[in-house]
């Protein structure tokens, strides 16, 4: 069982709106091959290519490297919009959502770990 203050956060918001955008990602392929007249042979590659990178990098977010990579895959989002142009509006409505997820995260870890210290200097100091 996890302990408490090992528990992230952001690691659980920013894992949640990849995986969300995994799946908007996903679904912008058929709309790039029907409406956008993209080959399926770019469509498909690049698409779904993109939202199997999201749920990896998703899974990889215990290490600090995979937000990095997640700032990139945001842009790639926006960058799709080069084939479909509503992706221009999806991947900016996701980067959004990253980037407040990754900010108020790392806000929630800092402050939990002021709380945690100041708890356990109380719990030392005599009791």
Do not use: K
């Not at 409406?35 to 469509?43: E, G, L, Q």
């Not at 698409?47 to 990896?56: D, K, N, W």
């Not at 479909?84 to 980037?99: E, H, N, T």
């Amino acid at each position: 069982m996890t302990d408490e203050r090992d528990r992230s956060p952001r690691r659980a918001m920013c894992a949640a709106v990849l995986s969300l955008e995994a799946i908007a990602v996903a679904l912008s392929t058929p709309v790039m091959i029907a409406i956008s007249d993209i080959r399926p042979a770019v469509a498909l590659p690049v698409g779904l290519g993109l939202a199997v990178l999201c749920v990896l990098v998703a899974g990889m977010l215990r290490r600090e490297s995979a937000y990095a990579l997640g700032h990139v895959l945001q842009v790639a989002a926006i960058a799709l919009g080069l084939l479909a142009p509503l992706m221009f509006v999806i991947g900016g409505i996701f980067a959004l959502l990253w980037g407040t997820a990754y900010g108020l995260g790392r806000r929630i870890e800092s402050e939990r770990a002021a709380a945690f210290a100041e708890y356990d200097r109380r719990n030392s100091d005599g009791s």
